[in-house]
């Protein structure tokens, strides 16, 4: 189930050519074979540069403009040149964004997250949303399946550090069946002094040892939706679950909007489901992860 309003978006900047430099150890016949008007590539790469070379070698630099800063670089001291690489150097290529304001980190989710997990699933319609007692249950019987994005704001030194704020949340439990089902998203009544429950010989709720994971809830709070938290959460998750070989297959319920959004992390839609939780209308949707031996 998921709230998620957001697409991927990637772009890729134009290849930097600003750190070419002269070559200061060519002789004169180098640089009067660099000039050759029949080396067509060179004179390309060049031209690309915004390089000219006049009178068979490259340009002097002006002595008088010895004062002036490249603004593609950091001022740095000529003793320190040597301390700082190359890259460290130059202006970051990645353009910030609005998930880099957060600061995020992502971290297993534990019982002491509850409410915390309660103020990002109002981001669902109250008919869809986990309740706290499903909260406390999952995050007591699975918390390993559990998977936050929290923000910390950078402090001074001397300002205390706050607690950090969870943006959203990844909560499943395990199922033996390979989709979600409306008793794999029950709350076991008698589950603080059984560790099973079953109706009509079938368990409901967390299975331990079932071979898929079922996802019940992927949130993130409304005033940070369209930021890529969502994106970078299920990444993760993905991610984390496959490294761990845990699982032969990821499940989830969506709505038909959002089935674009998982299919491009590798779910495929599996057709309406069968799950009435929250009034019904879902699509099923599953990650398989192929032949990866389990470590279950």
């Known amino acids: 189930m998921s709230n998620m309003r957001e697409q991927s978006s990637e772009s890729m900047a134009g290849p930097d050519t600003s750190g070419l430099k002269p070559l200061s150890n060519a002789n004169d016949d180098d640089l009067l074979s660099l000039s050759n008007s029949n080396n067509n590539d060179l004179a390309r790469i060049l031209d690309r540069a915004g390089i000219s070379i006049t009178g068979g070698g490259f340009p002097l630099d002006d002595p008088e403009d010895d004062d002036e800063v490249d603004e593609d670089y950091v001022a740095v001291d000529q003793e320190d040149a040597n301390d700082y690489p190359y890259w460290y150097r130059r202006p970051p290529t ?9 600061h995020p980190f992502v ?5 002491s997250n509850v409410e915390d997990c309660v103020e990002v699933e109002n981001a669902f319609p109250e008919a869809e949303r986990c309740s706290r007692e499903k909260f406390i249950y999952r995050l007591t019987r699975c918390p390993e399946l559990s998977l936050g994005l929290f923000t910390l704001p950078i402090l001074d030194e001397n300002q205390p550090k706050p607690r950090p704020t969870l943006v959203g949340h990844i909560i499943a439990t395990r199922t033996s069946e390979p ?5 794999a998203m029950r709350l076991p009544l ?3 002094s059984q560790r099973w429950t079953f109706e009509d010989n079938q368990a409901v709720g967390h299975e331990e040892g079932g071979r ?3 996802i019940h809830s992927l949130a993130v709070l409304p005033e940070h939706q369209g930021k890529q938290v969502g994106s970078t959460l299920l990444k993760s998750y993905i991610h984390r679950i496959r490294e761990a070989q845990i699982a032969e297959r990821l499940a989830i319920i969506a709505h038909e909007h959002l089935v674009p959004f998982y299919e491009s992390f590798g779910f495929e839609s599996r057709g309406p489901s069968k799950c009435q939780f929250g009034g019904g209308g879902w699509v099923d949707l599953v990650l ?3 032949d990866e031996e389990m470590n279950v």
């Open 179 to 183: 989709l979600v089902s409306d008793r």
């Open 107 to 111: 971290q297993l989710l534990s019982v």
């Open 190 to 192: 008698d589950w603080q």
């Open 288 to 290: 398989e992860f192929g």
């Open 212 to 214: 898929t994971i079922a």
């Open 94 to 102: 990645h353009h910030r964004t609005k998930l880099d304001e957060l």
